[in-house]
């Protein structure tokens, strides 16, 4: 418990510190020298009169506070409320994971309970893994021939690849022993991976997924930015194109909260499956 209070409050501390020296760094500075007109007006009014055109802490609160106070409004195509866009990337994420997760486990218990289909299935993942789920974006849009559909599968095909290793590896992992007195018993095979094989590798199927829900969240931004509509992503680069550099910064708080929250979501269900020996 100790423990626990002084590292938040050394977060706390750092955290002082770091919007301190964010709104030392934010002030004013001194006389501006001659800018191409292009550039200034890129960087805003603020960029002319000796202030920095990057916002502190101070214009970041005002902001984040006047988006909370309504975050669900919708006034057309591109003025949504920040909750809203958020809600928009979270039902992507939810259904390219949820695919993920039909196929990850299954396949991955296949592979971990049998040497053979390991080694056979080793090639394609080792091949398809590293690839990047962006790379996959144009490849999905010329094929589903939809945005939103083909967000979804960018995020099932980055969101696999953990889940599955991360299955086959804890179902190879299972003690021999604890399945020989299975046999033993008589258990048939349905109701030995259900009973055993299931328990004692629930939290690395588990850390699997948390990892997955982590690379799902990072790259719906990416996805979102690239096929537009709707999503946090698409409200970044709109506000980027708006030269809002405030509304940038209040989203990445944004996806940085709510991918916070849903690791630790997946955290806690991971301390909840830990397999009591």
């Known amino acids: ?70 975050p669900f409004y919708d006034r057309g195509p591109n003025d949504k409320g920040i909750g809203l866009q958020v809600l928009y990337s979270l039902g992507r994420v939810g259904a390219g994971y949820l695919l993920a997760v039909i196929v990850a486990i299954p396949l991955g218990f296949l592979i971990g309970m ?29 094929t589903i021939k939809d945005s939103g559909k083909s967000a979804i599968f960018v995020i099932f095909i980055c969101s696999i690849w953990p889940m599955l290793i991360n299955t086959a590896f804890g179902v ?12 033993t018993l008589e258990v048939g095979p349905l109701r030995r991976a259900l009973t055993v094989i299931l328990p004692a590798a629930a939290p690395t199927i588990v850390t699997g997924m948390r990892i997955s829900i982590g ?16 999503g946090i992503g698409y409200f970044v680069w709109n506000e980027w194109n708006n030269l809002s550099i405030s509304n940038v910064i209040v989203a990445i708080l944004m996806i940085g909260v709510v991918g916070m929250a849903l690791d630790q979501l997946l955290a806690r269900a991971g301390r909840a499956a830990a397999y009591p020996e």
Request: charged residues 15%; proline residues 7%; aromatic residues 6%.
């Open 172 to 183: 190879a992992s299972v003690r021999k022993e604890w399945i020989n007195v299975a046999r």
């Open 1 to 70: 418990m100790a423990g626990a209070l002084r590292s938040s409050v050394l977060s706390l501390l750092i955290l002082v510190l770091l919007i301190a020296v964010w709104q030392i760094a934010t002030q004013g500075s001194g006389p501006v020298q001659a800018m191409d007109p292009e550039y200034a007006r890129l960087m805003g009014i603020t960029a002319t009169h000796g202030k920095s055109a990057m916002p502190g802490p101070l214009d970041i609160g005002a902001k984040l506070a006047e988006h909370l106070s309504h």
């Open 215 to 230: 690379i799902a969240w990072l790259v719906i931004v990416a996805a979102e930015m690239l096929v537009g509509g709707t």
């Open 114 to 142: 049998s040497p053979l289909l390991s080694r056979a299935f080793d090639p394609f993942i080792q091949i398809l893994k590293p690839v990047s789920p962006l790379a996959w974006m144009p490849l999905a849009l010329y």
